[in-house]
C-alpha cells in the first residue's frame, strides 16, 4: 500500500491545480468515504498528511471521512479508494455553487452595518461591535494580542462583580475561530456574547457562579482572507521562513504533545505545526491570557468552539485509549451536555474521548487547557454533519448558537 500512496501522492501534486488570487472553488466536490478496517484508516492518516489535499473533516475508523478535491484530483482519489475497496459517495457536488448561495444568503438576509447573527460578519464589523458593546457595566474588552498581520485579538469579559465575600468568581473560557474557515463558530461566540449581556436578569444564576471570558476570533488574518481570497483557508497567516506557504494549523501549535499524531513538519500542510510551541502570536495571546487568569483565579472550564461534526471532544486528544483520571467524571458531564444540546433544537451531539472519535492530534489547544489544570475542557464540533460542512448558511448561526449556549449553562450544575 505504500507505493500506491506514493504514486497517488506524486500523481496529485503534478495535477493539482493551485489558483492565484481569489479561489472559486468552480468544480469542487466533497467526498465521504468510509475506513472499515485498520489500513483503509491508516490510508487516510497518511493522505491528511498531503499538502494538496483539503480534509474537511479529521480521518474517521468506521465511520465516514470528508475530503474536498478540486477536479484533477477526483478521478484520481477516487481511483485510490476503489483499489483499497473503500465505499465512497460525492457529498456537495460543486463547493463553488454552495458558496456563491451562501453569499446570496447572506447579502439578503444581513446587514453591513449593524451586527445581526443573520449574516457572517467581517472582521472590521465585528471590532466596532466589540467597541459598542465595552460600555456595558458587565462588559470589560480588553486586546490579549496582535496576529501576524498586527490585527488586534480581543477578549471579552463579563461579569456581574465579585462574590459576596470579596472573592473573584472561577473564570469560563470560551474561544473561537481557531480554523479560518469556521465561520459559524466566532459567530457562535459573539452571539453568546450579546445573550448574556442583553438578559443579564435571565442569566443571573450563572452570572452568580461565573466569570466569562471569551476571545471570538482567535484566527484573526485567516478569517479575512477566508472572506477575501480563499473561503476554506484554514491556517494562520503567518510567514515561514524558507517556504512559500503561509500559516500553521494554531490548534498544532500548543505546547502540549507538539508535534504529536496529527501534525505536519511540512509548511504546506493544511496540519503544519509550526516552527515551535506558540511560534504564532495568536496561539500565545491564548495561552498567556489563560495563564493570566489562572494567577488570579480559578479557571472552571475551557471551552473551544470549531466546526463541523456535532461532537463534543473531551481529553485527552493525543492519541487513542489515553484518558485522564476523571475522565469518568468528564464523560457523565459531557452526555449530559449534549441532553441540553438536543433539548434546544433536537440536533444530537456525541460525546467522547476526542482520539477515540475521530484520531490522535497533538499540541490542540484542549489538552493544554486540560494539562494546565483546568478540570472541565471541552472542544466542540459544532453544526452540521456534512450537508453544508463548513459553509453553513447563515441562517443557521442562530438556531446553533442557541443549542450550544444550552449545552456550556449545563456547567452550573457542576459547582456548589
Not at 496561539?283 to 498567556?288: G, N
Request: aromatic share 12%; charged share 20%.
Amino acid at each position: 500500500m505504500k507505493l500506491l500512496i506514493l504514486y497517488f501522492i506524486v500523481s496529485v501534486t503534478v495535477v493539482a491545480a493551485k489558483e492565484i488570487g481569489v479561489r472559486t472553488y468552480d468544480g469542487y466536490d466533497v467526498l465521504s468515504v468510509r475506513a472499515d478496517s485498520p489500513s483503509q484508516f491508516e490510508l487516510l492518516k497518511q493522505l491528511v498528511l498531503n499538502e494538496e489535499l483539503d480534509f474537511w473533516t479529521s480521518p474517521k475508523y468506521q465511520d465516514v471521512t470528508d475530503i474536498m478535491v478540486s477536479p484533477e484530483q477526483k478521478d484520481l482519489i477516487i481511483a485510490l479508494f476503489s483499489s483499497e475497496e473503500m465505499k465512497w459517495s460525492v457529498k456537495i457536488f460543486d463547493v463553488g455553487r454552495l458558496i456563491r448561495d451562501q453569499k446570496v444568503e447572506n447579502s439578503l438576509l444581513g446587514s453591513e452595518t449593524n451586527m445581526t447573527w443573520t449574516v457572517y460578519h467581517r472582521y472590521v464589523e465585528i471590532v466596532k461591535w466589540l467597541e459598542s458593546i465595552s460600555t456595558n457595566p458587565l462588559v470589560t474588552l480588553t486586546v490579549i494580542g496582535k496576529s501576524s498581520e498586527a490585527r488586534e485579538i480581543h477578549q471579552v469579559q463579563i461579569s456581574s462583580g465579585r462574590k459576596e465575600n470579596g472573592e473573584l468568581k472561577p473564570a469560563i473560557f470560551i474561544d473561537a475561530l481557531f480554523h479560518a474557515r469556521e465561520w459559524v463558530s466566532g459567530a457562535s461566540a459573539t452571539w453568546i456574547i450579546n445573550e448574556i449581556i442583553s438578559n443579564p436578569t435571565k442569566y443571573e444564576s450563572i452570572l452568580s457562579k461565573f466569570d466569562f471570558f471569551i476571545v471570538p476570533m482567535v484566527n484573526p488574518d485567516g478569517y479575512e482572507f477566508s472572506h477575501t481570497s480563499q473561503r476554506f483557508w484554514r491556517k494562520t497567516r503567518s510567514k515561514n521562513s524558507g517556504s512559500s506557504c503561509y500559516g500553521c494549523d494554531p490548534n498544532r501549535n500548543f505546547a502540549f504533545h507538539f508535534g504529536g499524531e496529527g501534525t505536519s513538519s511540512n509548511p504546506c500542510s493544511e496540519v503544519y505545526k509550526g516552527e515551535n510551541a506558540f511560534s504564532e502570536p495568536e496561539t500565545a495571546a491564548v495561552s498567556v491570557a489563560i495563564k493570566k487568569l489562572q494567577s488570579e483565579r480559578v479557571v472552571h472550564a475551557y471551552f473551544t468552539l470549531h466546526s463541523y461534526g456535532q461532537l463534543w471532544l473531551l481529553s485527552w486528544g493525543y492519541t487513542r485509549g489515553a484518558y485522564p483520571p476523571d475522565f469518568a467524571e468528564l464523560l457523565k458531564w459531557g452526555k449530559s451536555s449534549v441532553e441540553a444540546i438536543k433539548g434546544v433544537h433536537g440536533q444530537s451531539y456525541i460525546a467522547g474521548q476526542a482520539a477515540d472519535l475521530l484520531y490522535g492530534v497533538g499540541g490542540a489547544s484542549d489538552d493544554w487547557a486540560k494539562n494546565e489544570g483546568i478540570k472541565y475542557v471541552a472542544t466542540l464540533e459544532v453544526r452540521d454533519r456534512g450537508a453544508y460542512g463548513f459553509a453553513l448558511p447563515p441562517s443557521q448561526i442562530i438556531p446553533t448558537a442557541e443549542e450550544i449556549w444550552g449545552g456550556i449553562q449545563f456547567l452550573e450544575t457542576t459547582i456548589n
